[in-house]
């Protein structure tokens, strides 16, 4: 239809960007982006009358583009128009200086070869692919690689650096040595994005299906130690009289991957990650003892929200969520370590409250945890605590408990 409209107006019109490439990959994708010459919007709303009431059209006048929102019974679709353009960026903003190009400017102007096909949707040349830097070929290859300089794409748009990242994680791609080079280079540039897009894209990493092949490359690049270096200082061993400790951010990798195999909550693979954020800063070795990890409810309890108040998270209901978890993980293990008490378990239970079996699933995916069995004892000891602690609860009202 959208072929049909941009036929009657003479129009020369093409879907391009993500929409393609995920029908070659084979994957679903809701959002279609339309590129055509001249005014995006025009076109736009010619489609919409086409389409009758089901359409919903709103205008960008400023951008230049306009999206189509469609549903009916089978489908909700989202459509973005917009007219081929050239990019030209300054160098502390985002934000291009956009002129009237041709459908070729348009792809220079895009992130990757994968994402710059277009396909042709005017009947005369309907389904001809226009693929000027062989996305095709990155695409059957599985690589990542910019259109153009790799220094001027991501220098003009910092966040495509993530993005990279984010893409080979969600495709298992391999990000090219140039363009990986290129985002070492400009890793600093990453400043000038805001929190919440740099968030966005860690969090489509975390919901991949092994998300510790991005936190591996954002390390490998050092863009890691820039936009959380929480997680990087996890990183690194050390040996005295021949006692090494794991290596902290391998470890949360492996059981981020493992919880990540079993579950697709995001906030519990977010507390996998986490969950032992701060811990080196408070390794030390006693030569009686071995190593050591002192002052647990530092980190768990007062670090950890300064380091969501430092990534602006919006604070959510979901994130307090995530910081409960990742308080509350440190516990068991810490309590693994020492002697299990009923009365340590029952501090546990009452913070816990429902999210007691996610807790207990994450315990359970640290697989390297030399305290497994001490962790399965716990779980018994408070299954029988749980029962006493309702009949307390019936007596008093817990709220009121003070916590031993
Ligand atoms: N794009 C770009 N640079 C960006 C963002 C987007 O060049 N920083 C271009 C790419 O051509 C991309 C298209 O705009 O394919 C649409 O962007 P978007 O919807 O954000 O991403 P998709 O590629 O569709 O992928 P996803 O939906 O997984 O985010």
Not at 131 to 155: A, E, Q, V
Not at 197 to 211: M, N, V
Not at 240 to 265: M, P, T, W
Not at 296 to 320: A, C, D, S, T
């Amino acid at each position: 239809l959208i072929g049909e409209v941009a036929d009657e107006m003479n129009r020369p019109c093409f879907v391009i960007g993500g929409y393609v490439r995920d029908i070659f990959l084979d994957r679903p994708s809701k959002d279609i982006d339309i590129v055509t010459l001249g005014s995006g919007i025009e076109l736009a709303e010619a489609v919409t009358t086409k389409l009758g009431k089901r359409a919903h059209l709103s205008t960008f006048r400023n951008f230049g583009t306009a999206q189509v929102k469609y549903s009916d019974q089978k489908e909700n679709i989202e459509i973005e128009f917009v007219g081929a353009r050239k990019e030209s960026y300054s160098h502390d903003s985002r934000k291009p200086i956009v002129e009237d190009g041709s459908l070729q400017d348009d792809q220079n102007r895009r992130d990757f070869t994968i994402n710059a096909l277009a396909l042709c949707l005017n009947k005369e040349h309907w389904g001809m692919l226009v693929d000027p830097f062989d996305g095709m070929n990155d695409l059957k290859k599985g690589i990542i690689r910019t259109p153009l300089d790799p220094d001027i794409t991501f220098s003009d748009d910092p966040l495509r650096m993530m993005r990279a990242i984010r893409f080979a994680t969600q495709l298992n791609f391999h990000i090219e040595k140039e363009t990986f080079a290129a985002i070492e280079r400009n890793r600093k540039r990453i400043e000038i994005i805001s929190k919440e897009r740099i968030i966005d894209e860690l969090g489509k990493i975390i919901r991949s299906d092994i998300p510790s092949r991005g936190f591996i490359l954002l390390d490998d690049c050092k863009l890691l130690p820039i936009i959380f270096p929480e997680v990087a200082a996890l990183k690194g061993t050390e040996t005295i009289e021949g006692r090494g400790h794991k290596d902290n951010f391998y470890h949360s990798l492996a059981v981020l991957d493992n919880v990540a195999l079993r579950s697709r909550n995001e906030w519990l693979r977010w507390a996998a990650l986490l969950h032992d954020i701060g811990k080196p800063r408070t390794k030390r070795y006693d030569s009686r003892l071995g190593w050591t990890f002192h002052n647990h409810n530092f980190i768990g309890e007062k670090m950890i929200p300064g380091i969501f108040r430092k990534m602006k998270l919006p604070l959510n209901e979901k994130m307090k969520y995530v910081q409960k978890l990742v308080g509350l993980h440190m516990r068991p293990i810490v309590l693994a370590e020492e002697v299990v008490t009923d009365s340590a378990v029952r501090r546990l239970l009452f913070d816990a409250g429902d999210d007691i079996d996610d807790l207990m699933f994450l315990c359970e995916s640290d697989i390297t945890s030399k305290n497994r069995e001490k962790v399965k004892r716990f779980r018994d000891n408070f299954e029988l605590v749980r029962t006493k602690l309702r009949e307390i609860e019936e007596k008093d009202s817990i709220r009121n408990m003070k916590l031993p």
